[in-house]
């Protein structure tokens, strides 16, 4: 997900890494008051650690979580019990960070089940959700494990610091209408395959975005004006909904983009701006198959299920956009043919 950090770094990001360190990774070197003595065992159950308020609302929010998600029938719930910490007695999908609050949970393929409660705001440290479900089967095997959590996703605006969300393969039909109000540190958005039937309002304002999945929905929605505005984003997968409108050339600005997919769409217009050739410089492929697009791009692209650069990465008289795209070999046999022998 990062790769682009690791090229132009100032350090940030590598320092910015020390809050996603486990609890039991930090014992090493961990200064916090409440955990000397390399987080002995015991340490987590003297007064000072357990009256920590938000500690406490953040077993609560576990505790309801599992009791409305039909936890009982988990396909694992090791430790989740009320007399265990949910850091300490390592809770099967929580992880905790270095001052005992949770920073990610993971219960994918789980049998999860329900509505997501509203007492999971409590979790104002989360780093990562994850609840999702893979494929509906392995090798002609149905997968028995999966997810099949439904409703209104309740709002995530105490989690400020939230930059991965997965919600994939499951049945909700709606994410939080102030899901915007975590786009400062939003990085991931997936909810693939749900019935979902709107996009997230102000979507111009995740300028953080790196990968935003919600194809094979039920989206019935403008394709937004400001779409371009989404300056950080490498993966756009938008396919098998029903997005209308047009697409302008606000989308220019997506400089960053490696894979944007948006077919089978058959409502959405306009013209795909030919300045992508260029300005889309890392872009591996575009999808637009079975969409109203037109211009000279989606003529090149429209009737194949994924168009890969090399294939539109021309101008309309046949030359390279960009010379240095151009192989050694067809130089040498253009000057070849220059000179005559």
């Known amino acids: 997900m990062d790769d682009e950090k690791l090229l132009a770094s100032d350090g940030k990001w590598h320092r910015n890494q020390r809050k996603t360190i486990a609890l039991e990774t930090s014992c090493y070197y ?6 000397p003595y390399g987080c002995q065992y015991i340490e987590a159950f003297k007064p000072g650690y357990q009256s920590d308020e938000q500690r406490q609302l953040e077993k609560f929010a576990l505790l309801e979580f599992y009791k409305r ?17 949910p850091c300490w007695d390592y809770w099967y999908g929580v992880t905790c960070n270095e001052h005992g609050n949770v920073i990610r949970l993971e219960l994918p393929d789980n049998r999860l089940s329900g509505e997501l409660p509203a007492a999971l705001s409590y979790l ?7 609840l999702s479900s893979t494929q509906e089967s392995y090798h002609m095997h149905a997968n028995t494990n999966r997810n099949s959590l439904s409703g209104f996703v309740p709002s ?8 991965e969300i997965e919600l994939s393969g499951n049945q909700f039909t709606k994410l939080p209408p102030d ?7 939003l990085r991931s958005l997936s909810a693939s395959h749900n019935e979902l039937i709107d996009l997230p309002p102000n979507l111009h304002l995740f300028t953080q975005l790196h990968t935003l999945e919600l194809d094979n929905n039920q989206i019935d929605d403008n394709f937004p004006e400001a779409f371009g505005s989404l300056t950080s984003a490498r993966i756009v997968h938008l396919q098998y909904n029903k997005l209308k409108g ?24 306009g013209v795909l701006p030919e300045q992508i050739i260029v300005e889309w410089g890392d872009q591996d492929y575009l999808s637009i198959l079975n969409t109203s697009l037109t211009g000279y791009i989606s003529s090149l692209c429209l009737d194949v299920p994924f168009c890969w650069k090399f294939m539109y990465d021309t101008h309309k008289d046949l030359t390279w956009a ?10 040498m046999t253009i000057d070849l043919a220059k000179s005559g022998r």
């Open 30 to 35: 961990t200064t916090h008051k409440d955990l």
């Open 69 to 85: 998600c039909n936890g009982p029938n988990w396909r694992s719930s090791e430790n989740w019990h009320i007399d265990l910490d």
């Open 124 to 130: 104002s440290f989360l780093l990562k959700l994850d």
């Open 156 to 163: 995530l605006s105490q989690w400020t610091r939230l930059e």
């Open 179 to 185: 899901l915007y109000l975590n786009s400062r540190t």
């Open 246 to 269: 047009e697409i302008n050339e606000a989308i220019i600005g997506m400089n960053k983009v490696k894979v944007f997919d948006i077919s089978h769409n058959p409502k959405l217009g």
């Open 322 to 331: 960009t010379a240095g795209d151009v192989p050694d070999i067809v130089s």
